[in-house]
């Protein structure tokens, strides 16, 4: 099994700062793909942005961005321009295969 | 286009009390999840499906049951519900082997007494 390891149980930002929100993984397959989900307190889980192990370039979605270390293992989150919207909890997680592993998340306070 | 639903969204059993839970999804999808969320410990995988008719045991499957009969539907079963099976429970479905995104339904928050 894989292991996904948030270890950042609680970050906080002003709004219109930058936050990154920290991931590493652990596994021994070469094919795998990577997540971030946001789970605001609706309980709705929501697709961030995702990276494929295979590509080197960094995944970008307007004010999210990922910084992907492949040899690290390490998964960090980028959010540009915190808005009082992104106030949330935040999963990583990977793929393998048929399976999704989750990390213990990240709550986020966003500070006006 | 409904996406995930998940029937209850919330319920109460006693100790020992059998349930189903419903996951239906109308995006014509061939996997399907369930997950439970706990304080502190993220998602975790009990059951899964790659297709109608096929399921598989995730990260956490014990006092948990699952049925597929029919593609856009994916049943989670408690038999005999205890404490430790209180916890909010996710299904999600994602088109096929190719496909990355999961699609989450709203949960169904279950606590046993």
């Known amino acids: 099994a894989q292991t996904v390891t948030q270890s950042q149980p609680e970050m906080s930002v002003q709004e219109a700062e930058t936050v990154t929100l920290s991931c590493t993984y652990d596994?021994?397959?070469?094919?795998?793909?990577l997540f971030w989900y946001k789970q605001p307190p609706s309980r709705q889980m929501i697709l961030v942005i995702r990276?494929?192990?295979?590509?080197?370039q960094n995944a970008t979605e307007n004010r999210f961005s990922v910084n992907f270390q492949k040899a690290a293992k390490s998964f960090s989150l980028k959010i540009s321009d915190s808005q009082l919207g992104d106030a949330a909890m935040y999963f990583c997680?990977?793929?393998?295969?048929?399976?999704?592993?989750f990390g213990t998340g990240t709550s986020l306070t966003v500070i006006p | 286009n409904a996406g995930v639903t998940q029937t209850p969204k919330f319920r109460v059993l006693k100790t020992g009390q059998s349930m189903t839970l419903l996951c239906a999804q109308d995006?014509?999808?061939?996997?399907m999840y369930w997950y439970r969320q706990d304080p502190g410990m993220g998602l975790r995988l009990i059951h899964y499906?790659?297709?109608?008719?096929?399921?598989a045991k995730g990260e956490v499957p014990d006092g948990y049951n699952v049925s597929r009969l029919k593609k856009q539907n994916f049943l989670l079963g408690l038999e005999s519900a205890a404490p430790s099976q209180t916890s909010v429970y996710f299904c999600?479905?994602?088109?096929?082997?190719?496909?990355?995104?999961?699609?989450f339904g709203p949960g169904t928050r279950l606590t046993v007494l």
């Open positions: 499906s790659v297709g109608e008719g096929t399921t």
């Open positions: 999600a479905s994602r088109m096929d082997l190719s496909y990355n995104e999961q699609f």
């Open positions: 990276q494929e192990a295979y590509k080197q």
């Open positions: 995006m014509n999808h061939e996997y």
């Open positions: 997680a990977s793929r393998t295969g048929n399976q999704f592993y």
């Open positions: 596994t021994s397959e070469s094919d795998y793909y």
